[in-house]
């Protein structure tokens, strides 16, 4: 089977899916878009209600900022694979709890597996602790770690850098520092 087929056939499976409560609220989950043969791919934290409108990862103010902290790296939305840890939107957009990460995490690692990136981008504290360990941002970003054969790179969430300058600019220069790897 081709991985655009695996990649089709497990997005349905999401979009059905009941592991977690988080179903009942939602308006679409947001399997996650690109191409699947990507060498980057990125993961956030959760869709926000733009994206459980859309059912498009980072089509918000934070999906601007990570577009345009991409382009001004060389990487276009169309060459990377962009998705979250939760398919679906926490309420209030809060944290996502520990067993909705556990619900979803198996449809992340598949997705994982069936792309195959070169490079794993992870975005905020969720995205970092659920798939490299208990990391603090503030420590981790600017970083690249390996673990079980892949390679990840660790940087704030968009929406914090739109809430706090400072981390703009930090995760400006982590994005340089990414570009370097991509070369």
């Known amino acids: 089977m081709t991985r655009r087929k695996q990649i089709e056939e497990l997005h349905e499976i999401i979009r059905k899916c009941t592991l977690c409560p988080l179903h009942e609220t939602r308006t ?16 956030g934290e959760a869709p926000g209600a733009r994206e459980d409108e859309s059912g498009r990862p980072f089509v918000g103010r934070s999906g601007e900022l990570l577009i345009s902290l991409m382009h001004e790296i060389g990487l276009s939305r169309d060459s990377v694979f ?5 398919k679906s939107r926490p309420p209030k957009n809060r944290t996502p709890t520990q067993s909705e990460i556990s619900a979803c995490k198996p449809h992340l690692e598949r997705q994982i597996e069936i792309i195959n990136p070169k490079i794993i981008i992870l975005l905020g504290g969720v995205a970092i602790s659920s798939l490299v360990g208990p990391w603090k941002v503030s420590e981790a970003h600017g970083r690249f770690y390996e673990t079980d054969g892949r390679t990840y790179f660790m940087t704030y969430h968009p929406a914090a850098a739109l809430r706090f300058p400072k981390v703009k600019v930090l995760m400006r220069e982590d994005f340089q520092t990414l570009s370097q790897e991509l070369v």
């Open 28 to 43: 679409n989950a947001v399997p996650g878009e690109g191409p699947c043969t990507a060498h980057v791919m990125i993961i």
């Open 82 to 86: 962009i998705t979250s840890i939760l």
